[in-house]
């Protein structure tokens, strides 16, 4: 029992590490050592080199920087420019074409990147500013940049679940399986949630002028064909690959990249800059959370060690509220601390302690991690200290104030607690392509 009680410390001096402004991997591992070294003694350095060594070792981890260079070179060359300018004529004519087309966009920009910085900081300096000129309502534009900006934890190729399989000892596949439903169902409901404000109140979002959506059939479709088709392929043929078994993620993740390159080639968008800072982008953001990742394994080894797993599973099951309840919990938990916290050190630190404590409840393990990257969604859009919310502040215009943006998105907010309780009630909207694909 002494051991569970250093556990509950350890969890405490982690969140007054955090507190105090230091990067977060630094915490991890220095409260990992110190608690580690109660129960490994000295060998707690070992465990850490051998924690590190395992981490390189995952069969999966070289999709991750392979994912995220396929999406910043399909942003870095201009392509989600162009898709962006093609596809705004194409919803010129509705009420709120801009917030659609920007949807659209960010949906499709999610299946290419994997992350939520890149697409909400793209369509907050290429949305944004025309929506302003449109007089688009300020809090609406935000709300939606934010709520679709933040798809890519979600939508395959997420760069969370690509993590959380080998973490939680679960299919990469099957995660994608079960995300994909949930993704456009979201996409869904912003969709119709933007289109219906405007349409019943046309203020909110004009539709697009006659004179600036004035465009020849034929010349609407070549557009369509050389901007739409050639990134919907790759994503799709990159997806499809994997979910049909055709290719590892790593290997998916190989064409992608080199195909993302060839589409800029064939576009005429390719620059030796954009590559090289494609590389560095892709460099530092692997970096940043391979770092994450080494210090949450030591982390969680420590924690797990003293007994931290036991006492979670002993208190959750002393709770008189039935599986839909801890599962309630243990979703607002991940809420609250995606407002405060990344979500890769979110995931490092509590996939591997709540992962071993499902079955005791009988919950389905696909299931519950597509609620836990949804909560992530969702903490990281909940003000006051969402990460993505101060993403969009730093592109937005002077005159977009951070009351306009915690505005915004608190429609999508609830959007997402409606979203989310109907994967909860209907199990299938998560369950049914696994089931069908991996019988």
């Known amino acids: 029992m002494e051991s569970q009680y250093l556990a509950l410390l350890m969890f405490v001096a982690l969140l007054a590490g955090i507190m105090t402004g230091f990067p977060v991997f630094a915490i991890l591992m220095g409260v990992g050592l110190v608690f580690g070294f109660f129960f490994w003694g000295p060998m707690v350095l070992d465990q850490m080199v051998s924690r590190a060594f395992w981490v390189m070792m995952s069969d999966s981890l070289p999709a991750v920087p392979l994912f995220l260079f396929m999406g910043y070179i399909l942003e870095r060359a201009k392509i989600i420019d162009r898709l962006f300018d093609v596809l705004l004529i194409v919803f ?36 944004l500013p025309p929506m302003l000129r449109r007089a688009y309502d300020k809090s ?3 709300g939606a940049i934010l709520a679709s900006g933040t798809l890519g934890i979600l939508i395959p190729p997420s760069i969370y679940l690509i993590f959380y399989g080998p973490i939680a000892n679960l299919s990469i596949a099957r995660l994608f399986a079960g995300a994909f439903i949930p993704g456009f169902l979201f996409s869904g409901l912003y969709l119709a949630y933007v289109s219906i404000r405007c349409y019943f109140q046309p203020h909110l979002g004009p539709a697009l002028p006659k004179e600036e959506r004035a465009m020849p059939i034929g010349r609407l479709l070549w557009l369509l064909l050389i901007r739409l088709v050639p990134v919907a392929f790759l994503v799709l043929a990159v997806l499809g690959s994997i979910l049909f078994g055709v290719a590892a993620p790593t290997e998916a993740a190989a064409v992608g990249g080199v195909g993302a390159i060839v589409l800029s080639i064939a576009t005429g968008n390719f620059r030796w800059t954009y590559l ?22 030591l982390f969680t080894g420590a924690f797990l060690a003293l007994g931290g797993g036991r006492l979670i599973e002993e208190t959750l099951l002393g709770l008189p509220i039935g599986t839909l309840g801890i599962v309630a919990i243990m979703l607002a938990v991940i809420c609250v601390l995606g407002m405060f916290l990344d979500g890769f ?41 969402a990460i993505s919310i101060f ?6 215009p002077p005159e977009v104030l951070l009351t306009d943006i915690y505005k915004g998105v608190l429609p999508f907010i609830v959007l997402q607690l409606i979203g989310i309780s109907l994967c909860i009630f209907f199990p299938k909207i998560i369950l049914i392509l696994p089931s069908l694909l991996y019988r």
Do not use: C, H, Y
Request: aromatic letters at 10%; proline letters at 6%; zero cysteines.
């Open 345 to 385: 050190g979110i995931m490092f630190i509590f996939v591997p302690v709540l992962s071993p404590v499902l079955p005791a409840f009988g919950i389905d393990p696909i299931w519950f991690a597509i609620l836990f990257n949804l909560a992530l969604q969702t903490g990281f859009l909940s003000p006051p200290f």
């Open 92 to 127: 010129g004519a509705f009420r709120g074409s801009l917030l659609i087309t920007t949807i659209v966009v960010n949906t499709i920009f999610a299946a290419a990147v994997g992350i939520v910085g890149a697409p909400v900081t793209v369509m907050g300096l290429l949305a």
């Open 276 to 297: 090289k800072e494609s590389v560095l982008m892709t460099m530092r953001t692997s970096s940043m959370i391979l770092l994450l990742l080494v210090g949450a394994s």
């Open 391 to 396: 993403f969009l502040k730093a592109v937005s």
């Open 140 to 142: 609406l534009a935000a």
